[in-house]
């Protein structure tokens, strides 16, 4: 892994094919995933109606992860983001580290999605999940890797169509809530406290449901990955930032605080999905087809994102020497198709992994990216506390700014501390974090070693904040 070379970088440029509106959805929808529409209903179990506050506590923390990135990425866009401002924040081992952990957690996302998307499909279609679920991954990669615009136009669709069912279901909530939507059999706010109170579960379950909902939350960060291949990426990136706060109120905690009014929180139906619950409650026509559609749309634009971002950071990593550099090769359309193909033949592996091998196989693999996300936040605040100096001092326009700096950035890493001392108290979530960190550890002791071997690019690179800004 040496260097980047001034050849590679020659036949080695992204392309800038995405334009503003597919930019703009796909922050809107990036956090519109299966996990709002089929994961909520877990978090709802754990917390009953307190999960309110559960997921209003993940999405602060969100929120103020997403200010940091986006100071940083408005000053020196990147499609490497988060791991290359650590490389150049907290050196080579910091951005290496975060850029092969975030980029195994998207491979796992790609089979993730898959299967449940193949589950659908085989029961639409007659066929066996695992084919399905292997020709929608090609399907999709095929067209990641004719350009850029075509996954940005087909996550456009499909973000748009997320968007007008999250709108809609939201919509008719409020209807039915006011008593005001015809044939409706659910109204009011009485289950908000009449089924053991608003903290039924005690108080320490919206800790539990927490840790649910703040995963829910990931993809919101893609968006400062995408903008670097557009052709305007600091004002995208400064308008997606700006528009955060709105998007993960009115999707998450609007559509949420709709579910937990109209149906009780123990309710027998909400193990079929709590969106599914709310709209047989609403009795509409068709609830059970309706949310199948939705969910698979949402889990194709999920699977489509993940092949995206996985295999833009591969080729960041690849820029920066962390990575093979015939993985830095890009077609004439500016397409990281080796980035591509690697990602994908390892997303496959993983996914024949949950059809061949016993099922504690995936599981397992499930688990060593349980706290990647809570990773990322941490190393995001760390490398703002320190990039923020760097960058005034570079002469760098700060478009977007972290409010109260540096008290507001302590904070956020206390509290991403403090959630990992929770979660380490959780049986069920302590086994995730053990193969999280022993993941961790690893790679962290692979950066480490490339760092001290070869220290005069490691220091370069720490040195010069703009070298794999595009």
């Not at 669709?157 to 007008?164: G, S």
Request: include cysteine; proline fraction near 3%.
């Amino acid at each position: 892994m040496d260097g980047v070379s001034n050849s590679t970088q020659a036949v080695g440029e992204l392309g800038h094919g995405l334009k503003s509106r597919q930019v703009a959805m796909i922050s809107i929808a990036g956090v519109i995933g299966a996990g709002l529409f089929v994961g909520s209903s877990n978090a709802i179990a754990i917390a009953g109606p307190a999960v309110i506050v559960s997921y209003l506590l993940a999405a602060t923390l969100v929120v103020l992860v997403m200010q940091m990135l986006g100071e940083m990425a408005t000053a020196r866009p990147d499609t490497g983001s988060f791991s290359s401002y650590a490389d150049q924040g907290l050196g080579r081992w910091a951005g290496f580290s975060i850029g092969w952990l975030y980029w195994w957690f998207y491979v796992l996302v790609i089979a993730i999605e898959a299967i449940v998307a193949g589950e659908i499909l085989a029961g639409w279609l007659g066929i066996s999940p695992w084919i399905a679920a292997f020709a929608i991954t090609f399907a999709l990669v095929a067209s990641n890797c004719l350009s850029v615009g075509n996954y940005g136009e087909i996550e456009y669709w499909l973000a748009l169509v997320k968007v007008i069912a999250i709108m809609s279901f939201i919509g008719l909530g409020v209807l039915a809530i006011f008593g005001m939507l015809p044939g409706s059999s659910t109204s009011g706010i009485h289950n908000l406290y009449s089924n053991g109170g608003f903290a039924p579960q005690g108080y320490v379950a919206i800790v539990a449901a927490l840790l649910t909902a703040m995963f829910s939350f990931m993809g919101s960060e893609v968006v400062t990955i995408a903008a670097a291949e557009s052709e305007n990426p600091k004002k995208n990136i400064k308008r997606a930032i700006r528009s955060v706060v709105w998007r993960l109120a009115l999707f998450y905690l609007g559509s949420i605080t709709v579910v937990v009014c109209l149906v009780p929180w123990n309710g027998p139906d909400l193990a079929k999905g709590s969106y599914q619950a709310v709209l047989a409650a609403m009795n509409i026509p068709a609830a059970s087809q309706i949310m199948s559609v939705v969910v698979l749309v949402a889990v194709v634009s999920c699977l489509n994102s993940a092949i995206y971002t996985a295999s833009r950071m591969c080729y960041s990593l690849a820029r920066r020497g962390d990575a093979p550099q015939s993985v830095a090769v890009t077609s004439p359309k500016g397409v990281p198709f080796t980035a591509i193909g690697l990602t994908t033949v390892v997303a496959c592996l993983a996914l024949a992994a949950n059809y061949a091998l016993p099922k504690q196989v995936f599981t397992f693999l499930l688990a060593t990216s349980g706290a990647i996300a809570l990773i990322m936040y941490l190393v995001i605040a760390l490398t703002q506390l320190v990039m923020r100096k760097r960058l005034i001092a570079a002469g760098e326009k700060l478009d977007v700014k972290m409010w109260l700096f540096p008290y507001l950035t302590i904070f956020t890493i206390i509290l991403i501390l403090a959630i990992f001392g929770v979660m380490a108290a959780f049986p069920g979530q302590r086994s995730e974090l053990i193969a999280t960190f022993g993941l961790t550890a690893i790679v962290v002791a692979i950066g480490v070693w490339l760092q001290l071997k070869q220290p005069q690019l490691s220091q370069a690179r720490s040195r010069n904040i703009s070298t794999t800004a595009l």
